[in-house]
Every structure is written in structure tokens, then in C-alpha cells.
């Protein structure tokens, strides 16, 4: 592997405080730290688990690159739930019976609730790289962290965009099989200026969306629609709609970030089409740290980072590293206060501002379409400063 991934753990490590007091040894009883990873890496979903999966791995292996944590190498112990959320608790129970002692689950509530329940029952630190979910840690306790951009920051994000673009009008079409589109519509709604015309579910996969577009063309002047579904649904459903003959906005979040969608849509007819995400890094003019980072998930895995979950991920990992290198040990409390200490977190593409409640607080970016079909950024905005 390059050693680039070396250089952007050097960087974000020199920008931390070091006035937490290191614990004692004894992280390495055993000869490594164990770190479970419990994704979906079969079915339908793992297009995004398999992803964010993959950029904890690269963030973990750069720490051993490093050296490890105080000479401690840290050792990778995966499980599948095959995109089965019956199956995480009981996949979350396996690789910790193997001896995980921190542990990263599924991104989304729904598929990974069972696996970071399971981690409570073992007194284990465990996080969520991906997830957006603000009442997550509530059913898993206090040593469970979703480090993800929370659905209150990417809706409030989708509302002030609108706001800037002038979009006085708004039809919803949500994909209800997932809670993460519920509640961002949620607080989409919540916070949007203008008028919401309708509302439209649709089913998870669904081939056809003529009778959507039909009422979305007969809801009258519509300013923007917010597409709550993901890739590759989302692709087919603004194919259609422009298929239709209808240009309006669309307005959407991270699970867009497929560099597959443009080709999709077609690449002359994606200039109107936005997202909220948590980074920006599948384009040009990305900073030099998610370059980096970017160029190594290709050297590690032969692809470019297939979704957002995939620097998600590597994010958790510099995270849990840095938490591990504070306090060299791998005790869930002592974990979790070196977490909630991190603030002003330099991340690639994206500032962790503080933890509020074991979520995070990072900025937020619009991504949207050149004349080429190539992505761009629009525009980041810190979320205190709304």
C-alpha cells in the first residue's frame, strides 16, 4: 500500500490537543488491538456497507503502517449480515467472540441497531462510522458514537440551499423503507421557507416511476423536488423524470454520490440535480488531504471510492486512532471521553467541529453537476452558523 495514507494520519494527529493524559499499558494484552467491523459485505446494501467497510480498513492499516498504536498493531475482524438486519446482533456476537474489542456497524439504524446493542452487552466502545441517526445512541448507551454528519445538519443543509436558490416550492418523494429518508424529510420540512405541493413513497427498487412523475407534473409549479432515495434508484427515478421532459431541481443527499449516477441520468441532463453530503471527493478541486486519500482507497481496493460511505469510514478510523493513541487502552470509557474531547478534528474534505451527545457536529457540503456532467462542489457551511 502507499504511504500516503501515513501523511494524512502525521497531519490530523499533529492538530490535536495532547493535554489528555495518556492511560496505562496494556491496549496490546493478547499481541494486537482487535477492532470488529460488522457491515453488510453480501446483498443488496452492501454496495454502501462493503464501502464504508473499506475506508475503516485503510484508516486502520495506515495506523499499522505507522507502527500501530505504541508498537500494537491493530488487527481487522470482519462479519457479515449478509443486508439482513435479523442477522446483526448475532454476526456483532460472533466477531466478538473472536475477540473484537472495539466495534464498527452498519451505517443505517435499522440495519445496524441489533450489532451496537450487542456491543453495550459486551461493554465494547462501538461506532457507527456512516450513520446520521441523533437518537441512535440513546438505544445503545454511552459507549456507542455515530460519526457521521447527523440528519438534523443535512436536512437543515437541504433547507438552506433551497432558501439560497430561491425555490419557493417543493414536491417530496421518499423512500420510507429506510427511517434515515423518513427523518430527513423530517427535518427537511421543518425548515424548508417555502411550500411543500405533495408527497410521493415509493417501494425499494421499484422499476417504474410514471405514476410519481404523472402527479409531480400535475402538482403545478413545482420549484425543487426532493428525491429521498438512493443510488441506483435515484438514478433511474431522475432518468425517467427527464425522460419526461420535466428539468426541474432535484434536491437529494449523500447516497448520491455514485460516480455512476451522471452516466445514469446522462451527463447533459445532471446540471440540476443537488445533493447535502458529508464531503466532497468525487470531483476536481478536492483539498490535498482527500486526494490522498482518494488515490489510496484506488492503490488499496483497484476502484474509486464507490459511495460517501467510503470516506465515512476511513474517517472513523483516524477517529477510533486517534482515541486509541490518547489513551492506549481499549476500555469503552476511557474511549469515549477521548472521542467527546475531539474538536476542531481536521478531516479530509470535511472539519469534525465537536461530538453533542455522542453525535457529530462537521460542516456539510453541497455537491452538484458541471456542464460536463463532472462533480462539483457548490457549497460547505458550518452548521452553528446557521
Partial sequence: ??????????????????????????????????????????????????????????????????????????????????????LARQAAREVIAKGAQILFVPGDFDFGIGASQAAAEADILAMSSESASVEWPAA???????????????????????????????????????????????????????????????????????????????????????????????????????????????????TYSSQALPELVGRDRVQEVYYASQSFYEGAGVDAATGDFVAGYQERFDTFPENVNAIL???????????????????ASALAGALNAQSEFALPGATLLRWVNQTTEKTVSIVGFDANGGFIEVDRFDPRKR
Fill in 140 to 254: 445503545a448507551g454511552g459507549h456507542f458514537f455515530v460519526g457521521g454528519t447527523t440528519i438534523q445538519d443535512l436536512g437543515v443543509g437541504q433547507a438552506l440551499f433551497a432558501r439560497d436558490k430561491g425555490w419557493k416550492t417543493a414536491y417530496v418523494v421518499t423512500n420510507e423503507a429506510l427511517s434515515f429518508f423518513i427523518d430527513l424529510e423530517g427535518v427537511f420540512a421543518a425548515n424548508f421557507e417555502g411550500e411543500i405541493l405533495g408527497r410521493a413513497v415509493v417501494a425499494m427498487g421499484q422499476p417504474d416511476y410514471s405514476a410519481v412523475i404523472s402527479n409531480i407534473r400535475n402538482a403545478g409549479n413545482v420549484g425543487v423536488i426532493i428525491g429521498n432515495d438512493f443510488f441506483p434508484f435515484i438514478g433511474t427515478f431522475i432518468k425517467q423524470l427527464r425522460d419526461a421532459g420535466i428539468d426541474t431541481p432535484v434536491l437529494g443527499n449523500s
Fill in 1 to 86: 500500500m502507499q504511504k500516503f495514507s501515513i501523511g494524512i494520519l502525521a497531519i490530523t494527529f499533529s492538530l490535536l490537543s495532547t493535554a489528555m493524559p495518556a492511560a496505562a499499558d496494556g491496549h496490546c494484552e493478547g499481541g494486537s488491538i482487535k477492532v470488529g467491523i460488522v457491515k453488510s459485505f453480501t446483498g443488496n446494501f452492501s454496495f454502501f456497507e462493503k464501502a464504508g467497510a473499506q475506508g475503516e480498513m485503510l484508516a486502520l492499516e495506515a495506523v499499522n503502517e505507522q507502527g500501530g498504536i505504541d508498537g500494537c498493531l491493530i488487527e481487522v475482524i470482519t462479519g457479515d449480515l449478509k443486508s439482513d438486519p435479523a
Fill in 313 to 331: 469510514g476511513f474517517w472513523g478510523g483516524l477517529l477510533i486512532a486517534d482515541a486509541l493513541r490518547k489513551t492506549r487502552s481499549i476500555d
